[in-house]
């Protein structure tokens, strides 16, 4: 026989420390099936949320970086990465099939916009309830369901420690321009209106639209505004917005009044409409229009005419 430093016949092993060991190797098991799922974060400028990955497909959202979501599933090396959506992305169902809530007929399709134009992104079955957000025309906005998957590209993410080791750096911001506001001026100009109410000191990082712009330190920067104004195309010049507001003049005519930071599927069916943004003024340098970036509210006060 040779000599061992270990020999399972010398283990002292009786009934109960056998079941109080079986028994923590069982709550070290259901400790880790409970562990908080992956979370991933935008890492630059915008991402777009995708409701497939064919090759044909709309983004349901723009989302800035720092903007945080929960992984569904395993978090790999492939060019794509299936998220929970944030709360305020949505998706649109045809208004005469949904009744108090509850859909009217199978396979109902479920659109990422509110028209026929907009690609299907699912369907839900007679019976199956829905959260109503909010409408538009003959579209209800609804709480996407959970079958819905939505998608994001990964080298537009990052995967985020579960903890902060100790010691570490916490402070978010430290790499991120800062600029400070004193207060909030209010102006305003035919069928223009602006609100915003003042504060003491405002501190905001630089919103990854701008970045690449010199903002003008002579000038307030980031602060809240609710405008409301006829939306249109971008203007050519010192800062490339794809919208702007416009203030509807005396003699019929209309004049620009801010540039319009803001995504392409959402705003593009309403050119033309007199909307509400609400968000925050920045001012570039070499530009004479403010520029606003919306936050995620937005309304249609009067529809564009046919």
């Not at 270990?6 to 283990?11: Q, Y």
């Not at 970045?211 to 800062?239: C, K």
Request: proline fraction near 8%; include cysteine; charge should be negative.
């Amino acid at each position: 026989m040779y000599a061992c430093g270990f020999s399972v016949c010398s283990m002292d092993i009786r009934p109960h420390k056998l079941v109080r060991l079986i028994a923590s190797l069982v709550a070290v098991s259901a400790m880790a099936e409970e562990a908080e799922p992956c979370r991933v974060r935008v890492i630059e400028g915008r991402a777009a949320v995708f409701a497939s990955t064919n090759a044909v497909r709309e983004a349901l959202a723009w989302l800035p970086s720092g903007t945080e979501f929960v992984v569904r599933g395993e978090l790999t090396d492939g060019a794509w990465v299936c998220v929970e959506p944030p709360d305020h992305v949505s998706v649109w169902i045809y208004r005469e099939l949904v009744r108090d809530g509850v859909v009217l007929a199978d396979k109902s399709r479920l659109r990422s916009g509110a028209g026929l134009t907009f690609r299907p992104v699912g369907s839900l079955n007679k019976g199956d309830r829905v959260e109503v957000r909010g409408s538009y025309g003959d579209w209800l906005r609804i709480k996407p369901p959970p079958e819905v998957c939505f998608w994001m590209l990964r080298d537009q993410v990052e995967p985020l420690a579960a903890m902060q080791p100790e010691g570490a750096d916490t402070n978010l911001t430290a790499e991120v321009g800062v600029v400070s506001v004193t207060n909030a001026p209010v102006f305003a100009a035919s069928n223009v209106v602006v609100r915003a109410e003042p504060v003491a000191v405002l501190t905001r990082p630089v919103p990854a639209e701008l970045r690449g712009y010199v903002l003008d330190n002579t000038q307030e920067q980031g602060v809240p505004v609710m405008l409301s104004g006829i939306l249109d195309w971008g203007t050519v010049g010192a800062v490339a917005a794809p919208f702007c507001l416009v203030a509807r003049q005396a003699d019929g005519d209309t004049a620009p009044v801010c540039h319009l930071m803001a995504p392409a599927l959402t705003y593009s069916p309403h050119v033309g409409s007199t909307v509400s943004v609400e968000g925050t003024r920045w001012r570039v340098k070499g530009s004479d229009l403010p520029v606003v970036i919306p936050s995620i509210r937005f309304t249609v006060i009067d529809v564009k005419p046919d």
